[in-house]
């Protein structure tokens, strides 16, 4: 039998994880859940991608900024179509994606979840396949939460 795998309620700082994925809180001491939405991410061999719409821009609906580490809160679990493994990783919120990679897993995996402060980004980065295949796709749902006044 697996060990249930579970958010922890007490972290502030940014986590990530690999395989079994625990099942979204509905409750969180301190905060109050915005919403709770899908996404499909598109990951490149050659490049980190993170949550975008198909012209590049952030969603609006992520609103993870270099301001907010202590206002915000992101759940998030994910899973690669098709199954392929794909590097997982997070960083912080800044101008460039490619350089601000601060933890990433140390294997690929096809799925994964990860708790973030407000100015944290999940990041995913296909793995080259020997068919030349070099792009993929993750469908990811995420929970925003505020701080509770």
Not at 99 to 126: D, I, K, M, N, S
Request: aromatic share 12%; with cysteine.
């Amino acid at each position: 039998m697996n060990p249930v795998v579970k958010w922890n309620p007490t972290n502030i700082g940014n986590e990530i994880h690999g395989g079994q994925v625990p099942i979204f809180p509905v409750v969180l001491p301190g905060w109050r859940l915005v919403r709770e939405w899908r996404a499909t991410v598109r990951a490149f061999a050659d490049q980190w991608s993170s949550v975008r719409t198909a012209d590049g821009e952030f969603f609006s609906e992520y609103p993870a900024t270099m301001n907010g580490c202590s206002n915000h809160r992101f759940r998030l679990r994910w899973r690669s179509v098709g199954g392929v493994p794909v590097r997982f990783a997070c960083g912080t919120v800044a101008g460039d994606v490619n350089t601000l990679v601060e933890e990433e897993l140390p294997e690929p995996t096809a799925q994964g979840w990860a708790q973030l402060h407000g100015c944290g980004w999940p990041l995913w980065r296909y793995v080259a396949q020997r068919d030349g295949g070099n792009l993929g796709d993750i469908a990811v749902e995420i929970q925003h939460w505020e701080a509770a006044v």
